[in-house]
Nanobody, 121 residues
């Protein structure tokens, strides 16, 4: 199981970014997926999660609701996080993760390497 996150960068407040998480080595649709982030000095937190298969169920942290959208394309073995109206407090390393389950109900078993998102004010 391999996960490769990409798409991070340095942007200004109010800008948008789209993160991608490419998976390889397993049946992507059989796994629930999620995006987590960790800011300096803070614990890693769940940002958004999406259910397995068609991804019909999504959950978001309150801090990103109505700004971020998680999605998945099983034909491309890729998960996305569209981030709009970015704020300086969104600055963190973003990690994608996967677990062989219908939805994420525990700490995922598989993790990508992280991609840095920095939002300047």
């Amino acid at each position: 199981v391999q996960l490769q996150a990409s798409g991070g960068g340095l942007v200004q407040a109010g800008d948008s970014l789209r993160l991608s998480c490419a998976a390889s080595g397993w049946t992507f649709s059989n796994y629930a997926m999620g995006w987590f982030r960790q800011a300096p000095g803070k614990e890693r937190e769940l940002v958004a999660a999406i259910s397995w298969n068609g991804g019909g169920r999504t959950t978001y942290a309150d801090s990103v609701k109505d700004r971020f959208t998680i999605s998945r394309d099983n034909t491309k073995n890729t998960m996305y996080l569209q981030m709009n109206s970015l704020k300086p407090e969104d600055t963190a390393v973003y990690y994608c993760a996967a677990d062989k389950a219908r939805i994420l109900t525990r700490i995922p078993a598989y993790w990508g390497q992280g991609t840095q998102v920095t939002v300047s004010s």
